[in-house]
């Protein structure tokens, strides 16, 4: 089946600092998202992006949609404390993404802590 | 407000006991899906609904049942059969009708044993 592939798995660093995570694919998607999760709560979506190559930022973070459609990255520049969290990729569960299932996999997640 | 409203936030169950999870929406969205998180990983789907009146099973189904009698509900049973309840479960949706439109998620319940 699909797997995603989310690296690092944990990331420990000081306010300021760029960060930079990958996700990637065993097939190619249509669609990438990327989404924080905070402590006890549900996930929220970050960014969604829908064409191979491109680029979307949200204040600082920004990510894009590999070009071979089997990779995506998010960066997030400046980091401060309450970027702290976990951070999902997804991908569609079939092969187009808004037909018949629309389910999404989820990568494991990238840990964030961000130390004052 | 819009948005999906999960409850309750913490729940106890016991031993042989069925326990039902609410999830309500007021978005208007056509889709919701119930996903099942435990720590360290990702988010596995449970059972997902497009439409009222039907629903599909989703990877772990095994232990749960689920109804969509209305477009703006969709609870979770979890049974007696499903013998590792304890997770943080997650409840989305998702509007079919504008191209590929992302899920987004309620804040959870947390399921544990008593």
């Known amino acids: 089946g699909q797997q995603l592939n989310q690296s690092p798995q944990s990331m420990f660093i000081q306010e300021g600092e760029d960060v930079s995570m990958n996700c990637t694919s065993s097939?190619?998607?249509?669609?990438w998202l990327w989404y924080k999760q905070e402590p006890g709560e549900g996930p929220v979506l970050l960014i969604a992006?829908?064409?191979?190559?491109e680029l979307t930022s949200n204040g600082r973070l920004t990510a894009q949609f590999g070009i071979t459609r089997k990779d995506s990255f998010l960066n997030i520049s400046a980091s401060i404390p309450s970027d702290v969290g976990i951070y999902f990729c997804?991908?569609?569960?079939?092969?187009?993404?808004?037909?018949?299932?629309?389910?999404?996999?989820f990568g494991t997640g990238t840990l964030l802590a961000v130390q004052p | 407000d819009g948005g999906i409203t999960q409850s309750p936030k913490y729940l106890f169950r016991k031993e042989g006991q069925n326990v039902t999870l609410s999830c309500e929406q007021n978005?208007?969205?056509?889709?919701m899906y119930w996903y099942r998180q435990d720590p360290g990983q990702g988010l596995r789907l449970i059972y997902y609904s497009q439409i009222v009146n039907d629903f599909q099973k989703g990877d772990i189904a095994e232990g749960y049942s689920v109804s969509r009698e209305k477009k703006e509900s969709f609870p979770l049973t979890v049974t007696s059969a499903q013998k590792n309840p304890t997770a943080f479960y997650l409840c989305a949706s998702r509007n079919r009708g504008r191209g590929n439109q992302p899920q987004h998620f309620g804040d959870g319940t947390r399921l544990s044993i008593l």
């Open positions: 097939s190619i998607f249509n669609t």
């Open positions: 992006l829908y064409k191979a190559g």
């Open positions: 997804a991908g569609p569960g079939s092969p187009n993404y808004g037909g018949a299932t629309n389910k999404l996999i």
């Open positions: 978005l208007n969205h056509d889709a």
